[in-house]
């Protein structure tokens, strides 16, 4: 079982930056595929990022590529996600998922465990 708890959320300007942090319990975690999704109101959840269970493979969704930078720390049981250059359309809840599989990635449906998520705010 992984429990995962989201952090580092909150109200930015535009062009700012903010880190998320994904702390995971559980010993088989640092073996898992990781991914950030997010939902803003009204609309469906969506794709962010992933990294592989080495971090040798990161993988994006094309809205934050170049701006969005996924990574993880195996000793401690964390994922971050730092986020440059925010927009409005960045404001969403932000959400990290595991993936005891492995081969999800971009498919949320492929992912095990949820976290609560944490509120990113970007005004304009």
């Known amino acids: 079982q992984v429990q995962l708890v989201e952090s580092g959320g909150g109200l930015v300007q535009a062009g700012g930056s903010l880190r998320l942090s994904c702390a995971a319990s559980?010993?088989?975690?640092?073996?898992?595929?990781v991914g950030w999704f997010r939902q803003a109101p009204g609309k469906e959840r969506e794709f962010v990022a992933a990294?592989?269970?080495?971090?040798?493979?990161?993988y994006y969704a094309d809205s934050v590529k170049g701006r969005f930078t996924i990574s993880r720390d195996n000793t401690k049981n964390t994922v971050s996600l730092q986020m440059n250059n925010l927009k409005a359309e960045d404001t969403a809840v932000y959400s990290c998922?595991?993936?005891?599989?492995?081969?999800?990635?971009?498919?949320?449906?492929?992912?095990?465990?949820w976290g609560q998520g944490t509120q990113v705010t970007v005004s304009s």
């Open positions: 998922a595991a993936d005891a599989g492995g081969s999800g990635t971009r498919d949320q449906n492929e992912y095990d465990y």
């Open positions: 559980g010993r088989d975690f640092p073996y898992y595929t």
């Open positions: 990294i592989t269970w080495t971090g040798r493979s990161t």
